[in-house]
């Protein structure tokens, strides 16, 4: 069995019945300005800020007077702070990022839909005690920035302990990593100013928890920037970073709801929407002759499952998409529905590829029912028009060649079964390459077959996830890894080895 397509010129392709569950992703060939120097200002901080002519930024350079300086308001801070480290000057972005809709009016991403209700939870509450994992972020001058269930404020004396117990453990030049006890295991991440918590009932390894925290944190990079973030923390070490993250609540706790049940986020990987492969070539296509000076990645998403990427044959000379940055930006398309309202145009920080500058993102749906979604990526803050031209292109080539219908067509269509293996008793299973060569810049994918009975319940989904997490912290311990683990289950013979997951319901 082999997963995963190739990013280099000709992409490898698996096909269960038919159906592709590999993505291709192809290359730009530059037609005219080589995007090679707008990469190297969305990479470099230092270019940018010498550059930096718009009003924000001359805020920051403009000698102040120490009591104007402690006489300078919040709101001065949240509106230099947010500017720094972008692409280029980005002045009109003040705040948390703002986008441009159909009417190129400046709205926010973040919608008041965007409310969970998990905010009003008592916290007094033994049903809030119950859930079984919690996760906090807060400065390091114990400011509550986040709570995945209950109000922040309300929480504010319990991060107060947290901070305690990093700041008395750093106090003897140490790091705390984490607590066990007899049901809980808490995990401790820090990020520069910000400390992450996860306080976890689950059976998941300290690594894996560290792993769902570093993508909270990216998360939140991805809004702010890393640079940014540091600097307001350097000016004001008690500032409240939920001025800046108001409304993005929910993109965090639908990131955290989908790492409890996506298995992508678990293995690192990508899971793509099966296509034949001559559609997925003819996307392609399509994305490919599309271009302008400065478009970056070229992306083209159906109900939150990779169709095609296109990439720079610079940017892929270089480096590659990330996983986990293409999860982020899933998830943040995922989460907000303010992206339906017309044509997006927000700054958005991939943390893998740079943590300290933004790409501008152009966000579209191409069919009424939203399903189908363009995602164009550019260096070039000035650049809304002409890649909005873009998305006309590919809108007027995938209508001639009726390329919505066709992927409609396969969203309609379940996964594979696991019955079409033919292996007796073969309930489910999970597959990532990982012996792909490194000089073809792959982006790392895995397939896995549609889950069936036994497993049909939320209680049973659970149950078998949490059987992949064992698995996966066996074969990757720090403390002694497994090549190979057959493990006899209550319910299940378990079969792994570093590149495959196998489920077996026991005869």
């Known amino acids: 069995m082999e ?41 470099t901080e230092e270019a940018q800020n010498d550059e930096c002519e718009g009003s924000v930024c001359s805020t920051e350079e403009e000698v102040v007077p120490d009591e104007e300086k402690d006489a300078s308001s919040d709101k001065e801070l949240s509106d230099s702070a947010s500017t720094d480290n972008t692409l280029e000057d980005s002045s009109e972005f003040s705040g948390r990022p703002l986008v441009v809709c159909e009417k190129k009016e400046l709205c926010s991403p973040f919608g008041a839909d965007l409310v969970s209700s998990h905010r009003e939870e008592d916290v007094t509450a033994e049903s809030w005690r119950m859930h079984r994992k919690h996760v906090f972020v807060l400065s390091e001058a114990g400011k509550p920035i986040y709570s995945r269930y209950g109000n922040e404020e309300a929480l504010s004396s319990t991060m107060g302990v947290m901070m305690a117990l990093v700041s008395f453990v750093q106090s003897g030049n140490n790091i705390i990593h984490s607590i066990y006890s007899d049901d809980h295991k808490v995990v401790f991440l820090q990020r520069g100013p910000l400390v992450l918590v996860s306080v976890s009932r689950t059976l998941q390894s300290e690594i894996q928890l560290h792993s769902e925290l570093l993508y909270v944190y990216y998360q939140i990079i991805s809004m702010l920037t890393q640079a940014s973030v540091a600097r307001i923390f350097e000016r004001k070490k008690n500032y409240d970073l939920r001025r800046l993250l108001t409304g993005s609540e929910k993109i965090l706790d639908n990131l955290l709801n989908l790492i409890d049940s996506d298995p992508s986020f678990l293995l690192g990987a990508v899971q793509c929407l099966p296509l034949s492969s001559s559609l997925r070539e003819s996307l392609s296509q399509i994305l490919q002759k599309a271009t302008t000076s400065n478009l970056v990645f070229s992306i083209l998403i159906a109900k939150n499952q990779l169709v095609t990427i296109v990439q720079e044959r610079t940017v892929i000379d270089d480096t590659r998409l990330d996983p986990v940055d293409l999860h982020l930006l899933l998830n943040l398309i995922r989460a907000s529905s303010a992206f339906q309202a017309g044509e997006v145009w927000t700054p958005i920080c991939l943390p893998r590829f740079n943590p300290n500058g933004y790409f501008y993102a152009y966000i579209s749906y191409l069919d009424p029912d939203c399903t189908v979604c363009l995602l164009l990526l550019s260096t070039d803050r000035e650049a809304f028009y002409s890649i909005s031209d873009c998305k006309k292109k590919i809108e007027e080539s995938m209508a001639t060649h009726n390329s919505i219908q066709a992927i409609s067509s396969a969203l309609q269509s379940q996964s594979y079964s696991i019955s079409l293996l033919g292996v007796p008793d073969l309930r489910h ?40 997490r064992y698995l996966h912290s066996r074969i990757h311990s720090t403390t002694r890894p497994l090549r190979l683990i057959y493990h006899v289950a209550e319910k299940e013979t378990l079969l792994a080895w570093e590149q495959l997951l196998l489920l077996w319901l026991m005869v």
């Not at 698996?14 to 995007?35: I, L, R, S, Y």
């Not at 069936?452 to 949490?466: G, N």
């Open 429 to 468: 299973f999970m597959y990532k390459p990982l012996d792909i060569p490194e000089n073809h810049k792959q982006l790392t994918q895995l397939t896995s077959p549609e889950v069936e009975a036994p497993y049909c319940s939320e209680e049973e989904k659970v149950r078998l996830f949490d059987l992949y």
């Open 3 to 43: 997963a995963g397509s190739s990013l280099s010129h000709k992409s490898e392709e698996t096909e269960a019945q038919g159906d592709t569950v590999c993505t291709e992703v192809k290359e730009h060939d530059a037609e005219a300005t080589n995007p090679e120097d707008g990469i190297r200002e969305a990479v």
